[in-house]
């Protein structure tokens, strides 16, 4: 089972910030929160990933709360090309021998004109 | 163009047969997986390997085989015993901090 909460679905208007939140109120010391985006009919795309600290990318930027059972994806100036399907995923790192990626239903925002 | 390659792009087959989808990368990555997506739905972990002549099973792996002979290849066959087969199907390989993704397979069985 998926270890993350997500809304089903969000908008926002063009060229404002949306931000996506993501519960993961069971995530173990060694796990990360990965954002991956999924446009209709094509595989998924990376977006960001991070561990405790804060991270931005050319992409997004990714708040993690303090106590990392929480995280929230921003895009900065949101674009109709944004919309998609967001999914917030928690995995150990490489080195841990249960790595997988499990996804859940995640959050389909739609960029308004 | 480094990357993963999945082919065909769509696939019909007849119930009762067995398929096979491809699954192909060149990014030199351990790790594959084979994912399936219904309309409307998240993705669900089929098989997943992380070193060549290993795999393990994933969420619903009843009805479905794989084989890793090679780092590069990954293919999924989906056997007569798979009670839905009809759906989207996805491969991935991870470099260890992030996953990339084929384009897809879609799968109609009639």
């Known amino acids: 089972d998926a270890k993350t909460t997500q809304p089903p679905s969000m908008d926002c208007a063009e060229g404002r910030a949306a931000n996506l939140p993501c519960n993961h109120s069971?995530?173990?010391?060694?796990?990360?929160v990965y954002w991956y985006r999924q446009i209709h009919s094509q595989g998924p795309q990376y977006i960001i990933h991070?561990?405790?600290n804060n991270e931005t990318n050319e992409m997004a930027s990714l708040i993690i709360t303090e106590d990392r059972k929480s995280s929230t994806l921003i895009l900065p100036h949101a674009t109709l090309r944004d919309t998609a399907v967001y999914y917030c995923?928690?995995?150990?790192?490489?080195?841990?021998?249960?790595?997988?990626?499990?996804f859940g239903s995640g959050t389909r925002l739609l960029v308004r004109p | 163009d480094g990357g993963i390659t999945q082919s065909p792009k769509y696939l019909f087959r007849k119930e009762g047969q067995n398929v096979t989808l491809s699954c192909e990368q060149n990014?030199?990555?351990?790790?594959m997986y084979w994912y399936r997506q219904d309309p409307g739905q998240g993705l669900r972990l089929i098989y997943y390997?992380?070193?060549?002549?290993?795999?393990q099973k994933g969420d619903i792996a009843e009805g479905y085989s794989v084989s890793r002979e090679k780092k590069e290849s990954f293919p999924l066959t989906v056997t007569s015993a798979q009670k839905n087969p009809t759906a989207f199907y996805l491969c991935?390989?991870?470099?260890?901090?992030?996953?990339?993704f084929g384009q897809g397979t879609r799968l109609t069985v009639v």
């Open positions: 995923i928690v995995s150990p790192s490489w080195e841990d021998s249960s790595y997988k990626l499990i």
């Open positions: 069971t995530i173990s010391g060694n796990e990360y």
């Open positions: 991070g561990l405790k």
């Open positions: 990014l030199n990555h351990d790790a």
């Open positions: 390997s992380q070193i060549v002549n290993d795999f």
């Open positions: 991935a390989s991870n470099s260890g901090t992030k996953a990339f």
